[in-house]
């Protein structure tokens, strides 16, 4: 039975055991504090690697022979390095899959550490959690950001949440400061920044009551969020789309599947699904320890 530690970093750090893709004890949390959002991009690059092994530790305790460690944070990651990470800025650069390596094994544990980003660690989550590790997986996750991820993972550096969806000038909400991007429309931070005097669940609230500049923006939501899976099915192919995320609340499904269907017209390409699932902290850590399981395969 393989044993592998798996770990999530967003709003918050959560690790955990899992054994047989399966998660056995309890998760290990960073800050302990729901209301704490900001603990991990305010800390520094060598306590955040700090605080991942110590996490990691913890989730090993009284486990022998634990064979790897899959880690899953926001950004671009490349051969173990993070190339960007606009959430957690303070790993731009940093050899993370190397730093972690050395510091578990100077506490004992001799494994093999992957990284990757945290949207391909929802998709290999929930292909587990369905039995559909032979099949691919595409995900998109809604939060702060927008993440794309894809089961089985390849080796290309892309950040699906950074699609263009648009040309218009006026559209740079985007944190990475890119024009046109689905995040700059559907990130939660974007929409903050669009509707300074309003949130999120309040625009959503008022566009279903008819207000005429909030129904507009649900449209164009959902059009950027259908124009990143059409361009998805177009260069991939059809297959399964899941829906996740805390923002997943705001997805109007049938509005949606209009959208997608008007941009998708190949007959070939139209064997597509998609479907919303609960965004569950258990599938991310299970999502990373799979990956970390491929990568020590290969």
Known sequence: MAKIVGVTLTERMLAGLIVDHKLVGSLQQFPEDDDDQYALVEMPTDGLIRTICERVVLAAAGATDVTAVGVALPGLVKNGVVEDSPNLPQMKGTRIQELLTMQLKNQGLNVSV???????????????????????????TMGVGIG??????????GEGGHTVVTLDDKERFCGCGGRGHMEGIMGHRAMRLRFLDMEPEEVFEAANGGDPKCLE????????????????????????????????????????????????????????????????????????AVAAERAAKR
Do not use: C
């Open 114 to 140: 992957n990284v990757l980003n945290d949207a391909d660690a929802v998709a290999s989550g929930l292909a587990a959690s369905i039995g559909k590790l032979d099949h691919t997986i595409r995900v998109w």
């Open 148 to 157: 794309y991820g894809r089961y089985p993972f390849t080796q290309s550096v």
């Open 217 to 288: 923006f649900k449209r164009l939501w959902h059009k950027a969020l259908a124009a990143g899976t059409a361009s998805s099915i177009h260069m991939d192919g059809p297959g399964k789309f899941f829906l996740t995320g805390f923002n997943v609340r705001f997805v109007d499904l049938p509005m949606l599947k209009d959208y997608v269907q008007q941009m998708v017209q190949m007959s070939p390409l139209q064997s597509y699904t998609l479907e919303i699932v609960t965004d569950d902290a258990e599938t991310r850590v299970i999502g990373a």
